[in-house]
């Protein structure tokens, strides 16, 4: 299967590439800067230069394709507060993408994340059947599940918020263990109860690759191998391995100790992926969080 990538330079599509070329797909990687475009090389994928704004160039690129990955994401643009921004960007690669594909039962895989469950679902195990009416990345989400009645074969991932490996150089683990060091602490709010999930980078790859080899149309598929991880056991793992006390802190000192992650360190989102795994066959076969921590590994250099 020929196969369009967006965000293949990135720290997911670092494992699907291999992941993909591994099973015999052949990969061409969208790369918005020559860094990008040398990393997609490195890794054996077609390089074709552009951004998720390029929206004719998309849409040419998902048509002449057998299936379409999409990961990118402006993630530069939500950290530093326009998630709207960001999200509006997103939704309109999207749209460009699936217009392109419409009628052709081809793949779409899309990608979405679990903490939106926190907050559509509160006080519930999220599991792959809830859906939001709307809101940024809901919408981009429902509407790449909706699109499987124009005839595409669609599905979305759902990423929890820790994607972990040595592969993670940006995510929110780098940027936890990044305040640690600059607090001298590493904090949790309250009593540190609420749970996130988290998920190998490698076991995400390998769903990747399934979802876009068999996944039903209209498929969510959460990427999620600890259901839930207590954010004090995050905090005590990261100071364990830094040297430095892990510490509560109140609420209202979130933002201040844990900067953009100062309202998610407070989420509660535990997980399932049970309907994933039963569905494709999926089942994780990486270390969990927190023994990936204790590996060490985010923590030399």
Avoid at 7 to 21: D, K, M, R, T, Y
Avoid at 112 to 136: F, H, K, V, W
């Amino acid at each position: 299967m020929r196969v369009f990538v967006t965000g293949a330079s990135g720290h997911i599509g670092s494992a699907v590439i291999p992941e993909l070329l591994s099973a015999g797909h052949q990969v061409t990687g969208l790369a918005r800067s020559d860094s990008s475009a040398a990393v997609c090389s490195a890794a054996g994928a077609a390089v074709l230069p552009g951004t998720i704004d390029d929206l004719d160039l998309l849409r040419s690129a998902a048509a002449e394709a057998d299936g379409v990955i999409h990961l990118a994401f402006k993630h530069e643009a939500m950290r530093s507060g326009d998630m709207q921004g960001a999200a509006g960007a997103d939704l309109a690669a999207i749209e460009a993408m699936l217009d392109a594909l419409a009628g052709t039962d081809k793949p779409f895989v899309g990608t979405s994340g679990t903490l939106l469950l926190a907050m559509i679902a509160p006080g519930r195990i999220g599991t792959e059947d809830i859906a939001g009416p709307g809101g940024p990345r809901i919408d981009a989400e429902n509407l790449t599940i909706a699109t499987a009645a124009r005839g595409v074969r669609t599905s979305v991932v759902r990423l929890p918020p820790t994607v972990h490996s040595s592969l993670d150089l940006h995510g929110f683990i780098p940027a936890l263990i990044g305040m640690a060091r600059a607090n001298g602490a590493a904090a949790y709010v309250g009593v540190g109860a609420n749970r996130w999930p988290a998920g190998h980078t490698l076991d995400a790859a390998h769903l990747y690759r399934l979802a876009l080899e068999s996944a039903p149309a209209g498929s969510r598929l959460h990427a999620v191998g600890d259901e839930g991880v207590p954010f004090r056991e995050i905090a005590e793992a990261i100071g364990r391995n830094l040297g430095v006390p892990a510490v509560s802190i109140a609420p209202e000192e979130a933002d201040q100790r844990l900067g953009f992650l100062g309202a998610f360190a407070q989420l509660d989102n535990p997980t399932s992926s049970e309907l994933t795994r039963k569905l494709l066959g999926w089942e994780p076969t990486h270390p969990g969080l927190i023994a990936d921590l204790d590996e060490g590994h985010y923590f030399r250099g």
